[in-house]
């Protein structure tokens, strides 16, 4: 649905120039949530606004349904946008209007009549769960409030895409949640594509189905989240899965300081809730110690780490590791 080719966005700093997207490729499928994650600096906001063109692409092509929207003049690209909705991390409402006439704002522009304008707006403050905030100004509300107006204006035009560059990223951890959720729930009933961009592997892991790590301006892993929880390949993308498990004990065993053999193993959906490691000390003659664990709850599945110390006999260990991998456990020596 939105087909990014070959993309590249370089900018002129006085006699340098800074390449912030370098050469990007990405399908984005109708109806995903699709996360751009990446440490500040990384390019993930000039990816986001190269999608609507905010930033004019330096090179390559984007395809939104087919079309490209790269080749697209001024009045083609106004059209194209209406089906773009976006919102930001400071959620660029307008200080001097309402609620009301911020959402309605874009209906306005559209040339839509007093009493349909009313009937949108009244319907998307009920979506959004604002009606009682209709006649209040952005001063007057949370930043969970404001981002709601925000993405309520965002789906005045019915957009088929949602951008969010960082639309959860000024909210406290409780208000991010119900974002999130409604951010989900807007994509299930109006099958809605939403792009985000975030520092934060919580909003990764809370909502979005696929996910590209991008670094220095280059897209270094892509995955489905629950394959990249299972199974990170980068350093980078390591220290983000970890970054989210800051409250258990830290991971760096050294295998030295231990007799037996230590193992990393990392299971998804229902082996996460198997009571598989008790079976297996039924099973076979080893001694297991617990040295770490978690459980990952994202967004379609459950992932779960587990590093544990096998002692005994070799064969024995080794038979229980070809059980771990027969039922479905990925089973790494440390
Ligand atoms: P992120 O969103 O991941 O923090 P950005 O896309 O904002 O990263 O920036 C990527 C790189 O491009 C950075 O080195 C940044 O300084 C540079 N950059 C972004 N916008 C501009 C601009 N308008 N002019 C010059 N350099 C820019």
């Not at 946008?81 to 309605?104: D, E």
């Not at 509300?141 to 204006?153: C, D, E, F, H």
């Amino acid at each position: 649905m939105i087909k990014i080719q070959n993309l590249s966005k370089s900018f002129n700093n006085g006699n340098n120039k800074i390449w912030a997207v370098k050469d990007v490729n990405l399908q984005i499928n109708k109806g995903e949530i699709f996360g751009i994650i990446g440490l500040s600096g990384a390019g993930k906001s000039t990816l986001i606004r190269c999608i609507n063109r905010l930033e004019e692409p330096s090179e390559g092509k984007i395809f939104i349904e087919g079309s490209d929207i790269t080749s697209f003049d001024k009045k083609q690209l106004r059209n194209a946008r209406k089906n773009i909705g976006m919102i930001f991390q400071h959620f660029n409402l307008l200080f001097q209007k309402n609620v009301y006439k911020n959402i309605s704002f874009p209906l306005e522009l559209e040339g839509l009549s007093k009493k349909e304008i009313d009937s949108r707006v009244n319907t998307l403050l009920e979506y959004v769960e604002l009606s009682d905030k209709r006649d209040a100004y952005p001063s007057q509300l949370s930043g969970g409030q404001k981002q709601r107006v925000a993405i309520a204006r965002a789906l005045a035009n019915n957009p088929k895409i949602l951008l969010s560059d960082e639309g959860t990223s000024a909210l406290d951890p409780k208000t991010t949640k119900s974002i999130l959720d409604l951010l989900n729930k807007i994509r299930k009933e109006f099958n809605l594509t939403i792009v985000l961009i975030t520092h934060q592997m919580e909003v990764v892991k809370d909502i979005c189905d696929r996910v590209a790590i991008i670094e220095e301006g280059e897209i270094i892993e892509m995955n489905k989240v629950e394959e990249l929880f299972k199974n990170p390949k980068t350093h980078t993308a390591n220290a983000f899965i970890s970054g989210l498990k800051s409250d258990i004990p830290d991971e760096n065993f050294s295998p030295a300081e231990f007799e037996g053999t230590l193992i990393r193993l990392s299971f998804l959906g229902k082996s996460a809730k198997k009571p598989i490691v008790s079976q297996m000390v039924k099973k076979f003659d080893i001694d297991v110690n617990i040295l770490s664990g978690n459980i990952n709850e994202l967004i379609s599945t459950s992932v779960g780490h587990l590093i544990l110390e096998l002692s005994g006999q070799k064969d024995e260990i080794k038979k229980a590791m070809d059980y771990l991998n027969n039922e479905n456990v990925n089973v790494e020596v440390i």
